[in-house]
Every structure is written in C-alpha cells, then in structure tokens.
C-alpha cells in the first residue's frame, strides 16, 4: 500500500509565503510523477504544477513566478514553496503521485489527503 502524507498548510496574508511538503511511502518501485492540485470551493481541481523523474517542471499559468515545486527522488517528497501568496490562491491543496508498487505493475494516480491553505488578511 501506498500513502501520501501533505504538511504545511494554514492560514497566511496576501502577501505571504507557504511551504507544503508531502512524502510517499510504502510499496513503491518507481515514481514518474509528483504534482500538487488545488480545489477550491465550487470550482473544479486544478493541476498547480508538477515535476517528473528528470526534473522538468510545469506551472499552471497563474502561479508561475511565484511557486516553485522541487522534489527529493530519494526521500520520494515533493514541496510546493509558495510565495506572493494571493487571496485567489485559497484552496485546498492535494498532493499527487504517479508510480509503480512493482516492477510488473502499471503506474496508477495516488492522492493525499488534502491540506488547506487560506490567504487572508
């Protein structure tokens, strides 16, 4: 079994920055993938951006210049520094893995459990 584990949410000013962090574990061979989403209320989820095995990036347009993912292969983490936070940026943010419990298995989409992030003044 596969879990992913989200920390770093919580309440933060316009303005502001946040560090989100989320690490897999279990049964994992291999990860192609690691991404945050974000929904917030009464919209559909988002892909935020997200990194592959090499290191190449994407950003959905709206964050770019202000977010910054990275990922550590031999920890299996992933970590969303947020800064120039903004009021739209409100959501709550879910941490995705794309991987292979075995060599033999098809990679598949895992999620965390989602941690909440609210820009306020």
């Known amino acids: 079994q596969v879990e992913l584990v989200e920390t770093g949410g919580g309440l933060v000013q316009p303005g502001g920055s946040l560090r989100l962090s989320c690490a897999a574990s279990g049964s994992i061979f291999s990860i192609n993938a690691m991404a945050w989403y974000r929904q917030a209320p009464g919209k559909a989820r988002e892909l935020v951006a997200n990194?592959?095995?090499?290191?190449?990036?994407h950003y959905v347009e709206s964050v770019k210049g202000r977010f910054t993912i990275s990922r550590d292969n031999a920890k299996n983490t992933v970590i969303l520094q947020m800064d120039s936070l903004k009021p739209e940026d409100t959501a709550v943010y879910y941490c995705?893995?794309?991987?292979?419990?075995?060599?033999?298995?098809?990679?598949?989409?895992?999620w965390g459990q989602g941690t909440q992030v609210t820009v306020s003044s």
């Open positions: 995705n893995a794309v991987l292979r419990e075995r060599l033999w298995t098809a990679s598949r989409d895992y």
């Open positions: 990194i592959i095995t090499t290191g190449s990036t």
